[in-house]
């Protein structure tokens, strides 16, 4: 089954050999829904900009902004030399693609198709941004990102939407269903960053030597919940643009997207409520966040009310999961494990349990499974590699006076909100 079991069979064609008729006239339309759809994409790194530097506290607001917008311009060129052949060029193995390699003079759809997943993996490496804040090294951050975006992403994505240049993925060819990347894009970058926080240890002071979490509040709630509209309205981008065309089916997947982040923040609420919780902001904008995370896998292929099924458990398992991280003494800023991955696994094997006309196959569950540990398997060990090594050689962590300074100064020599910060600055000077 291919990434599209809803498209038809001539759109299937046309990505399989990319080059399209320049007269035609849905070729218009389509390029133009899809760039449409690609700004909508990228715009989602400005809601991870503002929500990951707002759960972040003032002295890092820079720091977690530089990562972010350096994940897109440094990303965006590994990819476009690496990353995209890797992932999408000729395959003949189902293991990876051998072809497409830093594309010069190529069809305008080529560009388009670049372009658009171009912002596919900048989003999953950004998800392990905000996980490491506050305590990472700059430099090696990005060192990270580099090869996140240029090998680890896109050999896994190889396997599910891989052989556009000719071949196809060998999880494709199972019948795996991750129409727009709740595995693929959210659920490897979560791996990525788990393994990212577990390499950089917590923040100083997050636990204490017998375990006990300490909460280490963020900056600005106000921030969190821009974040959250922005990335929100760009997921109507990311899973419409998904389809590639500009047809009729985008009305039913960006339905079934807003319904699973709303219900993704019904659920969050419901069992803060039902645990005696306080309801947070920040864990109602992670719900709605998780909601979105669950649904990209099965938007095209799910009825609405399933859709809202899937959102509400997505939201519930986003809470569940940052009392699992805790128990478990890992820091992770954002909650971005939980929220990406965990609510990434539910999502993609929802989509095998919700599948219309089709529900509660077992075989296609086992399938969906099989690709939820393969994304596991692969993408944790070989980042978490990637982080040690760096640990090794050039440092992963800043150093303590650098983390209690902040890294805004630290790394970047200002700061995001000088009229309150000015001793960082008269300390560092003195």
């Not at 669950?294 to 940052?322: D, K, Q």
Request: some cysteine.
């Amino acid at each position: 089954m291919s990434r599209f079991p809803l498209l038809p069979a001539t759109l299937l064609l046309t990505m399989a050999t990319p080059a399209m008729a320049e007269s035609a006239e849905p070729v218009v339309v389509d390029t133009v829904w899809v760039i449409t759809a690609t700004a909508l994409v990228f715009f989602m790194q400005a809601g991870f900009a503002l929500l990951e530097s707002g759960m972040a506290r003032a002295k890092n607001a820079v720091n977690v902004m530089m990562k972010n917008y350096m994940d897109v311009c440094i990303g965006s060129l590994f990819f476009w030399a690496f990353g995209f052949g890797l992932m999408f060029g000729n395959n003949p193995t189902g293991l990876f693609g051998t072809s497409a390699f830093a594309m010069g003079s190529v069809t305008s759809w080529e560009y388009t198709f670049l372009a658009f997943q171009m912002m596919f993996a900048a989003t999953a490496v950004t998800i392990c941004s905000g996980a490491m804040a506050e305590r990472t090294k700059y430099s090696s951050y990005l060192a990270a990102a580099c090869v996140i975006i240029a090998v680890v992403y896109p050999v896994f994505g190889s396997w599910v939407w891989g052989g556009t240049y000719g071949g196809s993925g060998w999880l494709a060819d199972m019948g795996f269903i991750d129409f727009a990347g709740s595995t693929v894009v959210h659920s490897v970058g979560a791996w990525c960053a788990l393994a990212g926080v577990m390499v950089v240890g917590p923040r100083t002071g997050r636990f204490s030597s017998t375990g006990i979490s300490r909460e280490i509040p963020g900056h600005s709630l106000t921030l969190v919940a821009l974040g959250g509209f922005i990335l929100w309205l760009g997921w109507f981008g990311f899973n419409g643009g998904s389809t590639l065309e500009a047809s009729t089916d985008i009305g039913k997947i960006v339905l079934n997207t807003h319904l699973s982040a709303s219900a993704g923040a019904a659920g969050a609420l419901l069992y803060s409520r039902l645990r005696g919780k306080p309801v947070l902001l920040s864990v109602i904008v992670n719900g709605s966040i998780a909601g979105l995370v669950g649904i990209t896998a099965g938007c095209a292929t799910m009825t609405p009310p399933f859709a809202v099924l899937t959102g509400i458990i997505s939201g519930i398992i986003s809470v569940m999961g940052v009392a699992v991280m805790e128990r478990w003494r890992l820091d992770d800023v954002v909650s971005a494990v939980p929220v990406h991955g965990f609510a990434g696994i539910w999502g993609t094997l929802a989509a095998g349990l919700f599948f219309a006309g089709d529900m509660f196959s077992p075989e296609r569950f086992a399938v969906q499974s099989l690709g939820v540990i393969s994304a596991f398997v692969w993408a944790f060990p070989l980042s978490y590699m990637v982080f040690y090594v760096i640990k090794l050689t050039v440092g992963l962590r800043s150093s303590r006076q650098h983390e209690q300074v902040g890294l805004d100064y630290t790394e970047h020599s200002e700061i995001g909100y000088p009229e309150f910060q000015k001793t960082i600055t008269y300390h560092k000077e003195s």
